[in-house]
């Protein structure tokens, strides 16, 4: 544990609205275990980034007590103040708490134990325009899906995540990407491409599975053109894997690329909407320290 102790940065919304409900058992942890122990409810975005760069500056672990869109914006305060980052993973998705193997709410003995004695970890990020990212972007479909899920709050995790994808098809259709990937340009008509760092999104779905958070290098996968009936069959192969196996689905090492499309499309990261085209995204290698089991 760092001498200064921890910040926590809470997002009052995460998990239904209970995610400061469900760090308090955790933070009380932390102090029977002799731990100073700040809690922050955000106020948005860039408070949030403010408060984890602050506390990173001031030498505490800055703990991101959210789902993804709050572990992204709290890893970019952590970045910028040069400091170590932990993740209580109180959202719907949790997504990279997941990849890393990080313990849930549901066991605060596991979490306190983590932010007490776990290991420091440094994996890379993603730069998307200036947002620091530490999970994937996707710009097509998927980020068409993510507007519905985020427009569903009200509906349980695993239905939206499963309606979403389904709404998202009958209303998109394919576009013309640009893609310049480490100086190469190419164009392409297709459904998507996503920009990986873990590799991870959707609630679990290992979307570019080639995917590693600290080989320095980000894995750009574009899914061609083809029937929007395809998609579907394409969501079923993604949760084993074997999309990548189709024609249309091509994979890609890079370190820098260059997004842009024939129209407007959301540019999406770790469950948010977070940019424009063009987006010029590039990797940051063993930027983000976090703890981990």
Same mark, same amino acid.
């Given at each position: 544990?760092?001498?200064?102790?921890?910040?926590?940065?809470?997002?009052?919304?995460?998990?239904?609205?209970? +995610?400061?409900?469900?760090?308090?058992?955790?933070?009380?942890?932390?102090?029977?275990?002799?731990?100073?122990?700040?809690? $922050?409810?955000?106020?948005?975005? !860039?408070?949030?980034?403010?408060? +984890?760069?602050?506390?990173?500056?001031?030498?505490?672990?800055?703990?991101?007590?959210?789902? !993804?869109?709050?572990?992204?914006?709290?890893?970019?305060?952590?970045?910028?103040? +040069?400091?170590?980052?932990?993740?209580?993973?109180?959202?719907?998705?949790? #997504? &990279?708490?997941?990849? *890393?193997?990080?313990?849930?709410?549901?066991?605060?003995?596991?979490?306190?134990?983590?932010?007490?004695?776990?290991?420091?970890?440094?994996? #890379?990020?993603?730069?998307?325009?200036? $947002?620091?990212?530490?999970?994937? =972007?996707?710009?097509?479909?998927?980020?068409?899906?993510?507007?519905?899920?985020?427009?569903?709050?009200?509906?349980?995790?695993?239905?939206?995540?499963? *309606?979403?994808?389904?709404?998202?098809? &009958?209303?998109?259709?394919?576009?013309?990407?640009?893609?310049?990937?480490?100086?190469?340009?190419?164009?392409?008509?297709?459904?998507? $491409?996503?920009?990986?760092?873990?590799?991870?999104?959707?609630?679990?779905?290992?979307?570019?599975?080639?995917?590693? &958070? #600290?080989?320095? &290098?980000?894995? =750009?996968?574009?899914?061609? !053109?083809?029937?929007?009936?395809?998609?579907?069959?394409?969501?079923?192969? +993604?949760?084993?894997?074997?999309? *990548?196996?189709?024609?249309? %689905?091509?994979?890609?090492?890079?370190?820098?690329?260059? $997004? !842009?499309? #024939?129209?407007?499309?959301? %540019?999406?990261?770790?469950?948010?909407?977070?940019?424009?085209?063009?987006?010029?995204?590039?990797?940051?290698?063993?930027?983000?320290?976090?703890? =981990?089991?």
């Amino acid at each position: 544990m760092a001498a200064g102790g921890f910040t926590a940065i809470v997002n009052p919304i995460s998990g239904g609205g209970h +995610a400061a409900a469900r760090w308090e058992p955790i933070a009380a942890r932390l102090r029977a275990g002799g731990a100073t122990v700040r809690s $922050v409810p955000t106020r948005g975005r !860039d408070h949030a980034i403010a408060s +984890a760069r602050e506390a990173a500056e001031r030498g505490e672990v800055v703990v991101a007590v959210g789902g !993804d869109g709050m572990v992204r914006d709290v890893a970019e305060g952590a970045v910028r103040g +040069a400091g170590t980052m932990a993740v209580v993973p109180a959202g719907r998705g949790n #997504d &990279l708490a997941r990849t *890393l193997r990080l313990p849930g709410v549901g066991d605060p003995a596991a979490v306190a134990d983590l932010l007490l004695a776990g290991r420091s970890r440094t994996i #890379d990020v993603l730069e998307v325009n200036g $947002v620091v990212v530490p999970g994937n =972007v996707y710009i097509g479909i998927d980020a068409l899906a993510t507007q519905i899920i985020n427009a569903g709050r009200a509906l349980p995790a695993l239905l939206v995540y499963r *309606l979403a994808p389904l709404q998202a098809i &009958l209303r998109w259709r394919a576009a013309g990407y640009t893609l310049t990937v480490d100086g190469e340009r190419r164009e392409v008509r297709g459904h998507t $491409v996503v920009v990986a760092n873990s590799g991870a999104y959707g609630h679990g779905l290992r979307i570019v599975p080639t995917a590693l &958070l #600290d080989d320095g &290098l980000l894995d =750009v996968m574009v899914v061609g !053109d083809g029937p929007r009936a395809k998609v579907v069959s394409f969501m079923r192969e +993604a949760k084993r894997g074997t999309h *990548l196996r189709r024609p249309e %689905v091509s994979v890609r090492p890079a370190r820098e690329v260059v $997004v !842009d499309a #024939d129209r407007a499309i959301p %540019v999406c990261a770790d469950g948010d909407e977070i940019a424009e085209l063009p987006a010029r995204i590039k990797v940051l290698p063993g930027a983000l320290r976090i703890l =981990v089991p």
